[in-house]
């Protein structure tokens, strides 16, 4: 009786132990696909949140020099139209995002800058025909050369 006991005891334990391998392996892998979604996320919503803070601060400038007393007509001129030029870019890349995102892409931020336009999509890849659709919109909305496009799809 008591060597039957003892293999029932050992046989639980290792069932226990199989089981709670298991159950790390399949919660380990669930936390990092939950962590791969989150930087992702993360990416876009940073990026913004630091694009949005840097032309806030830009536009401060601009007012500052703008309403100082000091400033000389041709540098309130300049910084006018510097805010105006951020004003319109701001709207181009709010217009292209939206565009690219009735495409079906979950997400993307574009950037413009004097020569380039960047546009990062959220995607794991992107076929040929999805990189056609993007290229499509930016040269469209922006009268901008192929070669003057990059387009960087990240998962």
């Given at each position: 009786?008591?060597?039957?006991t003892?293999i029932i ?12 391998g298991?159950l790390n392996i399949?919660l380990n ?5 939950e ?5 992702t ?7 913004r949140?630091d694009r949005?803070?840097?032309?806030d601060?830009e536009?401060?400038y601009?007012d500052a020099i703008?309403?100082?007393e000091?400033s000389?007509?041709?540098?309130i001129k300049n910084?006018e ?6 004003i ?5 890349e709010l217009?292209?995002?939206g565009l690219?995102?009735s ?6 931020v574009?950037?413009?800058t004097d020569s380039n ?8 890849e992107?076929?040929?025909t ?7 919109i930016?040269q469209?909305?922006?009268s ?7 387009i960087i799809p990240?998962?």
């Open positions: 009786m008591k060597k039957r003892k005891i050992i046989t639980a334990m290792v069932l226990l132990l199989g089981v709670t298991y399949v892998n669930s936390i990092s696909n962590n791969n979604i989150t930087t996320s993360s990416y876009f919503q940073t990026y949140s949005e803070s840097t032309r601060q536009m401060l601009y703008i309403s100082s000091s000389s007509e041709e540098a910084a139209n510097a805010k105006l030029e951020l319109n870019q701001m709207e181009k217009v292209v995002e690219i995102k495409k079906g892409f979950e997400d993307c574009v950037t413009i336009v960047n546009a990062v999509v959220k995607a794991s992107l076929s040929s999805e990189v056609a659709q993007i290229v499509d930016i469209t909305q922006l901008t050369s192929i070669e003057n496009i990059k990240v998962e």
